[in-house]
């Protein structure tokens, strides 16, 4: 492993022990200047670690950090950081399909099912408290579904070390998606607040780690 690759590993997780202290003790300050600074140096550590970098990728984690910068003001701009996390989840979905060859039918909707009953609960608990934001969250939902699906079938067709780090960055993706929903449209909770941001960070990072191995291997 190279000096620089070791030089942003140790960046990534000192920003991200920081935003997490942030989160839990209420530092705006240091949350607002953090924050972002996760996809940031998740960008430099992938660019440092891959010869050929995949574009795509880059530029998912583009939205997530404009998806994390909104949602830093969450009452003003809590769609537009939905939007771009969308954004995020439909080109994950195009870079891990490229990886899948021929699969059976039968498999993707039982795929795609397991996961659309898992977002059917959710939405059951929250609807109540939707209102107006009732259909970007059923879009949202659909989509990082897909993100599941997509990532489940990848790990079915390659069982490989790099295809379980993006299935599990896609469970993970989604569990934090799930306490944020929970916490923001069903019941408030401290625990969910802290658990948001751990479970955000190793979901990010996990699909980062897939992403650098995957580039590594098709060099």
Same mark, same amino acid.
Not at 81 to 89: E, K, P, Q, V, Y
Not at 103 to 108: F, P, S, V
């Given at each position: 492993m190279g000096s620089k690759r070791i030089f942003f590993y140790i960046l990534f997780f000192l920003v991200s022990i920081i935003e997490i202290y942030a989160v839990i003790y209420n530092k705006n300050e240091l949350d607002f200047i953090f924050k972002p600074l996760i996809t940031s140096t998740l960008v430099a550590l992938y660019l440092v670690s891959v010869t050929k970098p995949n574009f795509w990728y880059v530029s998912a984690l583009f939205f997530s950090f404009w998806g994390d910068v909104l949602l830093l003001f969450p009452e003003d701009f809590f769609v537009l950081g939905l939007l771009s996390f969308l954004i995020t989840h439909v080109i994950y979905i195009k870079i891990i399909s490229g990886f899948i060859k021929k699969i059976?039918?039968?498999?993707?909707?039982?795929?795609?099912?397991?996961?659309?009953?898992? *977002?059917?609960? /959710?939405?059951?608990?929250?609807?109540?408290?939707?209102?107006?934001?009732?259909?970007?969250?059923? $879009?949202?939902?659909i989509v990082i579904s897909l993100f599941g699906t997509t990532a489940l079938l990848n790990y079915i067709n390659n069982k490989t070390t790099e295809s379980l780090w993006l299935f599990i960055g896609a469970l993970i993706f989604i569990l934090s998606d799930t306490i944020l929903a929970l916490?923001? *449209?069903?019941?408030?909770?401290? /625990?969910?607040?802290?658990? /948001? $941001?751990?479970?955000?960070?190793?979901?990010?990072?996990?699909?980062?780690?897939? $992403? /650098?191995?995957?580039?590594?291997?098709?060099?």
């Amino acid at each position: 492993m190279g000096s620089k690759r070791i030089f942003f590993y140790i960046l990534f997780f000192l920003v991200s022990i920081i935003e997490i202290y942030a989160v839990i003790y209420n530092k705006n300050e240091l949350d607002f200047i953090f924050k972002p600074l996760i996809t940031s140096t998740l960008v430099a550590l992938y660019l440092v670690s891959v010869t050929k970098p995949n574009f795509w990728y880059v530029s998912a984690l583009f939205f997530s950090f404009w998806g994390d910068v909104l949602l830093l003001f969450p009452e003003d701009f809590f769609v537009l950081g939905l939007l771009s996390f969308l954004i995020t989840h439909v080109i994950y979905i195009k870079i891990i399909s490229g990886f899948i060859k021929k699969i059976k039918l039968g498999t993707k909707m039982f795929s795609f099912l397991a996961f659309l009953i898992y *977002f059917s609960a /959710i939405i059951f608990l929250i609807q109540n408290n939707l209102k107006e934001l009732f259909f970007p969250v059923i $879009m949202y939902g659909i989509v990082i579904s897909l993100f599941g699906t997509t990532a489940l079938l990848n790990y079915i067709n390659n069982k490989t070390t790099e295809s379980l780090w993006l299935f599990i960055g896609a469970l993970i993706f989604i569990l934090s998606d799930t306490i944020l929903a929970l916490h923001k *449209f069903y019941s408030p909770q401290p /625990i969910f607040l802290n658990s /948001i $941001m751990i479970t955000y960070i190793v979901a990010q990072f996990y699909i980062c780690k897939g $992403m /650098i191995s995957k580039g590594n291997l098709e060099v």
